[in-house]
């Protein structure tokens, strides 16, 4: 019997022991969970008030000049007014604080006069300094940040080591977005076996003959509605006088154009393109044919980096070609660049083309096209003089243009002609429209060899999709480690290589 009351006490004992433990183990948990719950809140705000946000579009870009070595001091400027400069100090008060400081704040300093904020706290003032809300900016030399980790624990460090470890921090979480093959991608060449379509099922008339007299005609229609409806005569552009006059060394003038229908957001990779021509194709003028001046930061840099060679084009979108009516402004855009180029010759890009190298070896050809795939040839760029044969007879049938098939007529007709009349285009293969859209993981997912291609085209449409976003930062692209992070490296700074984000990280 007394041993058995005794198994029953210890039995007993054992029981409250372990109700003991789980209250301490619930109660422990709790109060980990609440600091979790702060230092996440922590976060959170801490992103709000502009960690890294997308704050570019409240300032003006300004770059300098286009070579190399100034390319870079150009794109330091662009950063330096989009993220603003290095913090500094530059008053104190009487006790020798900075004068953003409240009383009770000195409460705070250790004994060498160094005070410590929280994350939240530095954020904030970063904020009212920006605004102007506090008289002095902070000194590295006298604050130091303490970051709370998830685990708890918490570590003080003065603000430049601070902007270090969160740039350190924004590379490991912005660099690679994705996981990339073990090998690097390669592009195929169409072999000659392929399948392809008839060119015939494009092309009704396989002869050579075009109709010179009608097409003169149409064009010169077109012109006059344009100039009735206000539109800008390019032939009476001073600058473009003087270079058709010339004797040309090329086949195809330095001028390039670019086509902005309607009213929308220039986001970066428009001034991605528009800059990389500017720089590596040097041209003797750039027009920018508009019904609707875009405007914001990117814009007002790439203005201010193109200057005298960038002349804005007044120009209302077709309605119509040869009777048909063309009412999407991809359409509207695709008869319009060969109407432009009907009168004056010429680089046309799309907005999302950015060229890697020099056009100019390609400029004694009469007609320049990039084969984008095995049955298509792109319109996204089109080199030629004015006077091409194959441009005008590309034009007489825009006769057949049905605006309810997406590519007929600016991809699948070009490559039908170019089947049908070789000689009278010259076709750059795999080093212009390549990675094409069944591509386009090459540039937003992994690092593809883009250093022989005279032209890459971005698929912008395709964006939100492959890349995850619908426009990336400066910030990230000086990090990100893709074929879409170098090329843009490529143009802004002059050279791919990562940049060093330490200075702006906090903006």
């Known amino acids: 019997m007394h041993v058995a009351r005794c198994i029953r006490k210890t039995r007993l004992f054992l029981k409250f022991i372990t109700a003991l433990l789980v209250v301490f183990i619930i109660r422990t948990t709790f109060i980990s969970f609440k600091d979790n719950g702060r230092v996440a809140k922590n976060i959170y705000e801490k992103k709000n008030v502009g960690l890294f946000s997308n704050d570019y579009r409240t300032v003006n870009g300004l770059l300098q000049k286009a070579n190399k070595n100034k390319a870079i001091v150009s794109s330091k400027k662009l950063?330096?007014?989009?993220?603003?400069q290095e913090v500094q100090v530059d008053s104190f008060d009487d006790a020798g604080l900075p004068q953003i400081m409240l009383r009770e704040d000195k409460d705070r300093l250790t004994k060498d006069n160094t005070?410590?904020?929280?994350?939240?706290?530095?954020m904030k003032m970063l904020e009212e300094q920006k605004h102007g809300a506090t008289k002095s900016p902070t000194n590295d030399n006298n604050i130091q940040v303490c970051v709370r980790f998830l685990n708890g624990t918490e570590s003080c460090m003065f603000v430049n080591e601070y902007k270090r470890f969160r740039a350190r921090e924004f590379v490991e979480d912005y660099a690679n977005p994705f996981m990339k093959n073990n090998t690097k991608p390669t592009l195929q060449s169409y072999p000659d076996s392929i399948l392809r379509p008839n060119p015939l099922i494009m092309i009704k008339d396989a002869s050579r003959s075009i109709n010179n007299v009608k097409i003169d005609e149409e064009l010169?229609?077109?012109?006059?509605?344009?100039?009735?409806?206000?539109?800008?005569?390019?032939?009476?552009?001073?600058?473009?006088q003087r270079i058709l006059s010339n004797v040309f060394e090329y086949m195809i003038p330095n001028i390039v154009h670019f086509i902005w229908f309607n009213c929308h957001r220039y986001l970066i990779h428009h001034y991605i393109s528009m800059l990389s021509a500017l720089r590596y194709q040097k041209p003797s003028l750039i027009?920018?044919?508009?019904?609707?001046?875009?405007?914001?930061?990117?814009?007002?840099?790439?203005?201010?980096?193109?200057?005298?060679?960038?002349k804005i084009v007044k120009r209302t979108p077709p309605m119509s070609v040869w009777g048909q009516q063309v009412t999407r402004v991809e359409h509207q855009s695709d008869v319009a660049r060969i109407h432009i180029l009907l009168e004056v010759g010429g680089i046309y890009m799309d907005d999302d083309v950015v060229v890697l190298k020099s056009l100019d070896s390609l400029r004694d050809k009469e007609m320049v096209l990039g084969e984008e795939n095995y049955d298509a040839l792109a319109n996204s760029?089109?080199?030629?003089?004015?006077?091409?044969?194959?441009?005008?007879?590309?034009?007489?049938?825009?006769?057949?243009?049905?605006?309810?098939?997406?590519?007929?007529?600016?991809?699948?007709?070009?490559?039908?002609?170019w089947h049908l009349f070789p000689t009278t285009i010259y076709v750059v293969k795999e080093k212009m429209l390549r990675p094409n859209w069944e591509e386009v993981a090459y540039i937003y997912r992994e690092l593809w060899d883009w250093r022989k291609s005279y032209t890459i085209h971005l698929y912008s449409r395709f964006m939100p999709v492959f890349d995850g976003r619908h426009e990336r930062t400066l910030k990230e692209l000086a990090v990100l480690?893709?074929?879409y992070g170098e090329?843009?490296?490529?143009?802004?700074?002059?050279?791919?290589?990562?940049?060093?984000?330490t200075d702006w990280i906090l903006s």
């Not at 950063?79 to 603003?84: A, R």
């Not at 875009?294 to 060679?309: D, Q």
């Not at 194959?390 to 070009?414: H, K, Q």
């Open 487 to 501: 090329i843009s490296r490529h143009v802004i700074w002059g050279d791919s290589s990562f940049k060093d984000i």
């Open 381 to 417: 760029i089109i080199m030629a003089n004015k006077k091409s044969w194959f441009l005008r007879r590309w034009f007489e049938e825009y006769n057949n243009f049905n605006g309810s098939r997406w590519s007929d007529s600016s991809c699948f007709v070009p490559w039908s002609m």
């Open 115 to 122: 005070k410590k904020m929280s994350e939240i706290d530095f």
């Open 220 to 240: 010169r229609k077109e012109k006059a509605k344009r100039i009735r409806a206000g539109d800008t005569d390019i032939m009476k552009i001073p600058e473009v």
């Open 79 to 84: 950063f330096d007014s989009i993220y603003g």
């Open 287 to 310: 027009l920018f044919h508009t019904d609707c001046v875009p405007n914001g930061t990117y814009w007002a840099a790439f203005v201010e980096e193109a200057a005298e060679k960038l």
């Open 481 to 483: 480690n893709t074929t």
